[in-house]
């Protein structure tokens, strides 16, 4: 049973980096035909997806988002990482870590999420 747990401080300071982690169990994040996403959901609104570190390790992003967000990979630690810089109180949401499963085409497995808080 796959396993992704998001992890990282709760609360950012506005212009600051958010920085997360996703500690993946239960399978590697280079095995199979899986894309690692960063998922998230603004107060009130519906989920957005940020961005993904494929299976052979290229990314992908949101146009929009594209220029503060960095994701990567640790295959050592089997974790994924996210970074958006020069937050602002409109980048609170909850973060989620989710797996893409290619060959289905489906989200199967997703993280409890991470509630994160952009304020002074």
């Known amino acids: 049973q796959v396993q992704t747990q998001e992890s990282g401080p709760g609360l950012v300071a506005p212009s600051q980096t958010l920085s997360l982690t996703c500690t993946v169990s239960g399978g590697s994040i280079t095995a199979g035909c899986y894309n690692w996403n960063w998922i998230r959901q603004l107060p009130g609104r519906g989920l957005e997806w940020m961005g993904a570190?494929?299976?052979?390790?290229?990314?992908y992003y949101t146009p929009y988002l594209k220029s503060r967000t960095a994701i990567s990979r640790d295959t050592t630690k089997n974790q994924i990482s996210l970074q958006l810089s020069s937050v602002t109180p409109e980048d609170t949401a909850v973060y989620y870590c989710?797996?893409?499963?290619?060959?289905?085409?489906?989200?199967?497995?997703w993280g409890q999420g991470t509630q994160v808080t952009v304020s002074a």
């Open positions: 989710v797996r893409y499963e290619c060959g289905v085409g489906e989200y199967d497995y």
């Open positions: 570190i494929i299976h052979d390790g290229r990314t």
